[in-house]
């Protein structure tokens, strides 16, 4: 059943809708089927460059780079879900957008709602993170001290760097594979309890180790433990080997 609303009601709901559409941070357009816009939110006009009337009869392949447009959205194929494209300014700069859209009546028409917003500083972060990240692989991958990661729970090889794999003769497949840390250790080490569940303890002492080819390495090494994707694990950083037989 619809509801029925009074002409003050009606008058009220239109204002409300013209507020969330004229005041939204992201981009909306209103399109016929033939990609042709309609409307557009100040929003799109910030995002292209051209006013209101600039942005009204355009085509949306107009609006993004040439290489892009046989990816535009039809009626036919509507997105579901949010993807990420591209739009174009009026100075031709690429802009990275994630877009939503949906079938709508648009003064008594068969129509397409766009929802475009500007993902431009969610792509500098990532790619800041990303070149971080590489920062600190490279760091471990290259250090010159022997280290690995495990898993505090199941004490599997998480990542070993080139380093250790000199140090143990194991490739990092081997490691990978391992059941645990203890196939590498000679003798059992006496770790207290409270390192297989707290973050940000530190270790330091003294471990007999065997290595792939079966002579064995006593080596100095620190353990911390942090916590990685949810997860305790230990950094294990071999700071001297004493003696190798």
């Not at 535009?72 to 494209?85: P, T």
């Not at 591209?86 to 068969?110: L, T």
């Not at 203890?182 to 309890?193: F, T, V």
Request: proline content about 4%; charged content about 25%.
């Amino acid at each position: 059943m619809k509801a029925s609303y009074s002409a003050y009601e009606l008058e009220e709901r239109e204002h409300l809708f013209r507020t969330v559409f004229e005041s939204s941070p992201d981009a909306i357009f209103i399109e016929d089927f033939e990609g042709n816009v309609l409307e557009a939110n100040p929003a799109a006009c910030r995002l292209h460059g051209l006013s209101r009337e600039q942005l009204l009869g355009k085509n949306v392949s107009d609006l993004v780079p040439a290489d892009y447009r046989t990816s535009v959205v039809g009626h036919s194929k509507l997105i579901e879900g949010e993807v990420e494209g591209y739009s174009q300014s009026a100075d031709g700069r690429r802009i990275p957008v994630a877009i939503r859209s949906s079938q709508i009546s648009y003064m008594g028409r068969n129509a397409i709602l766009l929802h475009v917003r500007d993902i431009t500083q969610n792509r500098r972060a990532q790619r800041a993170l990303r070149q971080s990240e590489e920062r600190y692989r490279l760091l471990f991958d290259r250090n010159p001290q022997p280290m690995w990661v495990h898993d505090l729970e199941t004490r599997r090889f998480l990542a070993v760097n080139e380093a250790a794999l000199r140090l143990y003769r194991y490739s990092q497949d081997e490691f990978a594979c391992m059941p645990s840390i203890d196939s590498i250790c000679s003798q059992p080490r006496n770790e207290s309890p409270s390192l297989l569940c707290l973050p940000n303890l530190v270790e330091v002492g003294t471990a007999k180790h065997r290595r792939k080819d079966g002579s064995t390495v006593i080596v100095e090494l620190t353990q911390h433990t942090m916590t990685l994707d949810d997860r305790l694990v230990a950094l294990v950083m071999i700071s001297k080997v004493m003696s190798c037989r």
